[in-house]
């Protein structure tokens, strides 16, 4: 079935024509004239299975037949309970209970209204400020949007933002580590300069301290130097600040670990994830709670003053148990390592000496690749060259779905592309995948010179 005209949709974007997605086959979607996609990016990291998994489908299948939605102020259901269990099975040392909420923005949400909670109930009120990296991105609702460091997407809600944020520098080794630096030098500093913002902030006024582990759609896939967040940790802990790791994109498995932070060998006080938990078979997102914060609840006012209508829904909490079994049941973040190696093998064959790509970087199945319009000076291309945008419609057009992002150099200025294919991928799909970003890439740079 073809686009109604005019259509009727609110799209994205008002002056663009989107082609009809009809149906999914494993790593591929495929369009109403039936052109096929490789979902090369499981959209914004989110399909990590792929499409139409058929053991998640049946468990939608079976849960919507048996229970949709009951509200969580009268019951709890077993997949909510299910769900818990299992994510909190792998989860960082003392993260014990957790939050269902819809996607990554109300997770993040939960967890500022949370923190601040936390702390009222504990007697220190005057903590409210919170701490982020610029280019990073916490999600689209105001709060999370005044948290966040993507600076080209806040001046026009400028008026509406949270003002008790202080953004920092975001450790991205590549444009932020001084040539000759060793990590442990690098990361000394970067510990320095939140100890200074910290110490700026009124006395006791800084709440949290929020950071994602591996930056995802700002940066473009950028995992921390080693030894960064537990020096973060450390500082967070001599002001009593909380650590929230923000695994929105980078968690559930992405980086070849269900918790990406569980590399960095750090437990945060508080954990967000949403897209891969449920692998895009139903909207869900979560926060993962530490039993020192659940415990102060509890024996204060006993409840968390913050909630959804669809909060713990019943087919969301089904698909996503039945996501995260069949990661376990296939031993995919075994494949997911394996394949990384692969991944990053054929993108530096691809782009390692090209003119035009400054640096490739990722962790497990998340990658990824950033231009630049001069190697030896980093010079990013200006903004008005649009290329994230072109490189993301010629790889479309050329039958591949990547994730292509502007502003990673300032927040204007910058681009580059995500790679984030299903964990039960193989080789081939990879290659067919880096074959057709190269190809979009070229085109999209001689388009522009043209
Ligand atoms: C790290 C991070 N946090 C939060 C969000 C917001 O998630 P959502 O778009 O599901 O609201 C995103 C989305 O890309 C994200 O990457």
Not at 65 to 79: D, G, I, R
Not at 255 to 261: D, L
Request: with cysteine.
């Amino acid at each position: 079935m073809p686009a109604p005209t005019p259509s009727r949709v609110f799209h994205r974007s008002l002056t663009s024509d989107y082609p009809m997605v009809v149906s999914g086959d494993g790593a591929y979607v495929i369009d109403s004239h039936g052109k096929r996609y490789l979902d090369g990016s499981g959209g914004a990291a989110v399909s990590c299975l792929g499409h139409s998994h058929p053991k998640v489908i049946a468990a939608v299948q079976a849960q919507v037949a048996k229970l949709a939605h009951v509200h969580t102020s009268f019951f709890t259901n077993e997949p909510m309970e299910a769900l818990a269990d299992r994510l909190i099975t792998d989860a960082p040392a003392g993260l014990s209970h957790v939050f269902f909420v819809q996607d990554g923005s109300e997770a993040v949400e939960s967890a500022l209204k949370l923190s601040r909670q936390y702390f009222v109930e504990r007697g220190e009120p005057e903590r409210h400020i919170v701490i982020t990296r610029r280019q990073s991105y916490h999600g689209n609702t105001l709060g999370a949007l005044s948290v966040g460091g993507n600076m080209a997407k806040r001046p026009l809600h400028q008026p509406l933002m949270n003002p008790s944020v202080v953004h920092v520098s975001p450790c991205y080794a590549y444009r932020g580590q001084f040539a000759g630096e060793s990590d442990k030098v690098y990361t000394e500093r970067l510990a320095a300069e939140l100890h200074t913002a910290i110490s700026a902030a009124p006395p006791n006024a800084v709440m949290a301290f929020l950071a994602e582990t591996v930056v995802g759609a700002s940066l473009g896939a950028v995992p921390p130097v080693a030894g960064y967040f537990k020096r973060i940790r450390e500082v967070c802990d001599r002001h009593g600040v909380l650590l929230i790791a923000d695994e929105v994109m980078c968690g559930m498995g992405r980086t070849g670990q269900t918790y990406a932070i569980t590399d960095e060998r750090v437990a945060p006080d508080l954990l967000t994830i949403a897209k891969g938990l449920g692998g895009g078979y139903q909207p869900i997102g979560a926060l993962l709670v530490s039993q020192t914060i659940h415990d102060t609840l509890r024996d204060g006012s006993g409840a968390f003053a913050h909630s959804h209508t669809y909060n713990g829904h019943l087919v969301a909490c089904a698909a996503a148990l039945a996501v995260q079994q069949v990661i376990r049941e296939e031993d995919l973040l075994a494949n997911v390592r394996a394949m990384s190696t692969h991944l990053e093998a054929c993108l530096t064959e691809r782009f390692g000496n090209h003119a035009h790509v400054g640096n490739i970087r990722g962790r497990g199945l998340f990658w990824g690749v950033e231009l630049v319009g001069e190697r030896a000076t980093k010079m990013p291309f200006p903004a008005g060259m649009q290329l994230a945008a072109r490189i993301k419609s010629a790889a479309r057009e050329g039958g591949l779905l990547c994730y292509a992002s502007p502003g990673n150099f300032d927040g204007r200025d910058g681009d580059n592309v995500i790679l984030a294919p299903p964990f039960n991928v193989g080789p081939a799909i990879l290659e067919e995948a880096v074959d057709k970003l190269g190809l979009a890439i070229d085109a999209s740079l001689q388009q522009s010179r043209a």
